[in-house]
């Protein structure tokens, strides 16, 4: 039977069990689009801009395990799902990007809105390819989605022509798929656990570091169940926080530049780091010269390229962080399982000795805001944006195993809260989702707002606003003696700029959120003092009609401690200021 482009291609998305497409359309794309309001089965979310709706499939994906799927049209629709490409590379995500394209006739021919988005994007995906001929299209759609789920998951990119979209042709959707050269890993080397695990029973001072690819692979319970059994101390990357409760036993906290004293103390001390799902980025490992130097090291990552390209290990494992942790568990019956009391009463005593604290504990400090957080939406899904409050969450959000936890961390995104907030939400309704973010990085996707309000989304948005990109001045304050260059997000070009001056008159914050929120149709509420958190996330849960912000205001000085100077190794902490 002959189809058109179009009609193969939404019958692939049915195959691949695909209920919710964020599109975008245009001239390139809009047969696509057409095919796609024919049909009852996926529901097309129209995002207000390419980057909220690549971001929001991501969050989407981030929240159920599933791939995210989105579509737009050539030249800038395509370009601007750049940034969200990149996100999920970094955060191992999988999606699949269909990009509509002139006809092949115009390729090469400078035609209007025709970019070459495949050689843009095939750096910061796992695969790119721009459909050729019309037989090979539901094959190389089918292939997408297997790459994108499949080993390391990832974003993929499926250019396809307009020419192609129109043309007929058969399919045969039931070809299975065989992909030369990309076969991932399905098992793990026996030998390799056997050596690792001898090498757990002669540890002295073990520590686990775990990061995202535990989440990723679905295997807390699998984690929880070892550690239980070996009692050994639990550390986290902020990608890898929720893999274990927070309030677990052997759970000590976050590692790196924003880690627990305790935390970045214990890799310092180990003598063994069995490490599941991270790759040791620099946030992570400080000056790797002084990373874990008393450490051997035990890698479990499904990816080979990743293990020793950052730090030297001594026991390599590629394999999928839930295969991997469950030899482990098997392997537990023929240990001797030694007694690390003392090394944990260490770590403890750490802990207690430089907890984690606001600078400001009084009044309307960032952690009072999370602690509410934390009991409001247990069970539910957290999204964070990126900067200081991303920080802050990461280090009092509690987690005890039910709520979920998604944050941008490899590429650092600022913009991706709210949109991810929508996709999780869009894609586990029956959760409740708070998305927590700045005042700057909310303005950088605020148009989204329009898009929970057109799908009735009753998100609660918590702004943090301290009126300035406070990562940043934070970096300006510690090390550029705090010399604030384009960062307050008050200033304008009448300010007098006497920001030193304690009785200075500021001008008033650009934009109104609470008004903002109105002009939106949803709900706005600024708090100012302690008192009234309780009251505002009453009024917000209660709103069940659409989104609710509530914009928190809070001081501009509020640090996030400790902090590893640019340089230092894990143990040079700046613990106050």
């Not at 409740?432 to 700057?440: A, E, L, N, Q, T």
């Not at 909310?442 to 009735?456: D, S, Y």
């Not at 708090?527 to 505002?536: L, M, N, P, S």
Request: net charge negative; charged share 25%.
């Amino acid at each position: 039977m002959k189809r058109k482009g179009t009609q193969a291609f939404v019958e692939v998305l049915k195959r691949e069990g695909v209920d919710i497409l964020f599109g975008y359309p245009g001239g390139y794309a809009i047969d696509l689009f057409d095919e796609l309001y024919k049909q009852k089965d996926i529901e097309v979310i129209l995002p207000r801009h390419e980057q909220g709706l690549i971001h929001a499939a991501d969050g989407y994906a981030r929240a159920t395990g599933k791939v995210g799927v989105c579509l737009v049209t050539s030249g800038p629709g395509a370009t601007n799902l750049v940034t969200g490409i990149a996100t999920a590379n970094y955060d191992s995500i999988p999606l699949v990007c269909f990009t509509g394209q002139v006809s092949k006739n115009l390729i090469g021919n400078d035609a209007f809105q025709e970019v070459d988005i495949v050689g843009i994007t095939r750096s910061i995906c796992k695969y790119a390819v721009t459909v050729r001929d019309r037989k090979d299209l539901a094959r190389i759609i089918k292939e997408a989605f297997f790459i994108a789920r499949t080993g390391k998951p990832g974003p993929v990119l499926i250019d396809i022509p307009k020419d192609i979209q129109l043309a007929m042709g058969e399919d045969d959707f039931e070809q299975p798929i065989s992909i030369r050269g990309y076969k991932p890993n399905t098992s793990v080397h026996l030998g390799q656990i056997k050596k690792a695990m001898e090498m757990v029973e002669k540890a002295k001072k073990p520590v686990f570091l775990i990061g995202g690819g535990v989440k990723l692979a679905r295997a807390e319970a699998e984690l929880a169940d070892l550690v239980n059994k070996l009692r050994i101390p639990v550390i986290t990357t902020i990608m890898g926080k929720g893999a274990i409760p927070t309030d677990h036993e052997f759970y000590v906290g976050n590692i790196g530049l924003h880690g627990s004293y305790a935390s970045n103390m214990a890799i310092s001390e180990s003598d063994l780091l069995i490490s599941i799902g991270t790759r040791f980025n620099d946030r992570i490992t400080g000056r790797i010269s002084g990373f874990a130097p008393n450490a051997s090291i035990i890698h479990v990552d499904i990816e080979a390229s990743a293990i020793s390209r950052n730090i030297k290990v001594d026991i390599p494992i590629v394999a999928d962080a839930k295969l991997a942790i469950g030899a482990m568990q098997e392997r537990t019956a023929k240990m001797e399982i030694r007694d690390w009391s003392e090394w944990k009463a260490q770590i403890d005593a750490w802990e207690e000795e430089h907890k984690i604290a606001p600078q400001n504990p009084e009044g309307l400090s960032p952690d009072k805001i999370i602690n509410e957080i934390s009991e409001r939406f247990k069970d539910g899904i957290v999204v964070t944006d990126v900067g200081q409050h991303q920080m802050w969450t990461t280090q009092y959000l509690k987690m005890d195993g039910t709520t979920k936890l998604l944050t941008s961390g490899g590429l650092g995104t600022m913009g991706f809260g709210l949109p991810a907030a929508i996709g999780a939400k869009l894609g586990c309704p029956d959760k409740k989702v708070v998305c927590i973010s700045g005042d700057g990085g909310m303005q950088m996707n605020i148009q989204e707002m329009a898009t929970a309000m057109a799908c009735e989304l009753p998100l609660v948005i918590c702004i943090f606003n301290n009126s300035y990109l406070g990562m940043v001045r934070e970096m300006q304050h510690l090390y550029y003696d705090r010399r604030y260059a384009s960062t307050c997000l008050r200033c304008t070009r009448s300010c007098k700029k006497n920001c030193f001056d304690k009785n200075k008159e500021c001008p008033p914050y650009s934009p109104d959120f609470v008004k903002l929120a109105d002009s939106y149709g949803a709900k706005g509420i600024r708090v100012f003092e302690e008192e009234d958190i309780k009251k505002a996330f009453d009024e917000a849960l209660a709103n069940q009609e659409g989104p609710t912000i509530i914009e928190f205001i809070i001081e501009s000085d509020e640090l996030v401690l400790p902090i590893i100077p640019g340089g230092n190794a894990l143990n040079e902490m700046i613990l106050e200021c």
